[in-house]
T-cell receptor, first 115, second 116 residues
Framework: AQKITQTQPGMFVQEKEAVTLDCTYD???????LFWYKQPSSGEMIFLIY??????QNATEGRYSLNFQKARKSANLVISASQLGDSAMYFC????????????FGTGTSLTVIP | EPEVTQTPSHQVTQMGQEVILRCVPI?????FYWYRQILGQKVEFLVS????????KSEIFDDQFSVERPDGSNFTLKIRSTKLEDSAMYFC??????????????FGPGTRLLVL
């Protein structure tokens, strides 16, 4: 089974609107961290936001927030007030406490912001 | 802001040749990683390195791969005899290692390797 599932290969959003990128995860480890990365066309991987499995509140970082629904095992990224520079691939990743320090990545969502 | 750097940004090599990809992790970080991303696919873990030894590796990281920290700053990935299927973007990452599952890994800009 896939540890991280991103079901939206591509998404479009109007500039200044909000968009939600979906991520579901699969783990039996009670301790885990969830991460979102942005990959622009230039290729680098930019860390955006982190949510820990024991965090009571949803993480926020500027225009990025994470809609963490633990019972549903989902960790959706919400980007508010989209900008043209947000056009990129977005990857959800997970690290489990008991399976070492590797990150498991999803297949990514390509976001295009339309002017 | 400190960042992970990688050289070269692009490398083209002939099948069967050895390549060395170089990384300079963030200076106070203790854990180092290599990942790869075949074009259009997800990022895959190769290996992690701590205290001058491999701490874990994936099944992709077979005998043709090796890693080394030759000095206090560089971290290298060597592919001994490249194959066509080694063509990918290779990312180096580092973390400070003191937050367990919550520690963020910071990625370099990648080296795009093309094997002909």
């Amino acid at each position: 089974a896939q540890k991280i599932t991103q079901t939206q290969p591509g998404m479009f959003v109007q500039e200044k609107e909000a968009v939600t990128l979906d991520c579901t995860y699969d783990t039996s480890d009670p301790s885990y961290g969830l991460f979102w990365y942005k990959q622009p066309s230039s290729g680098e991987m930019i860390f955006l936001i982190y949510q820990g499995s024991y965090d009571q509140q949803n993480a926020t970082e500027g225009r990025y927030s994470l809609n963490f629904q633990k019972a549903r095992k989902s960790a959706n990224l919400v980007i508010s007030a989209s900008q043209l520079g947000d056009s990129a691939m977005y990857f959800c990743a997970m690290r489990e406490e008991n399976t070492g320090n590797q990150f498991y990545f999803g297949t990514g969502t390509s976001l295009t912001v339309i002017p | 802001e400190p960042e992970v750097t990688q050289t070269p940004s692009h490398q083209v090599t002939q099948m069967g040749q050895e390549v060395i990809l170089r990384c300079v992790p963030i200076s106070n970080h203790l854990y180092f990683y290599w990942y790869r991303q075949i074009l259009g696919q997800k990022v895959e873990f190769l290996v992690s390195f701590y205290n001058n030894e491999i701490s874990e590796k994936s099944e992709i990281f077979d005998d043709q791969f090796s890693v080394e920290r030759p000095d206090g700053s560089n971290f290298t990935l060597k592919i001994r005899s490249t194959k066509l299927e080694d063509s990918a973007m290779y990312f180096c990452a580092s973390s400070d290692g003191d937050r367990g599952f919550g520690e963020t890994q910071y990625f370099g800009p990648g080296t795009r390797l093309l094997v002909l």
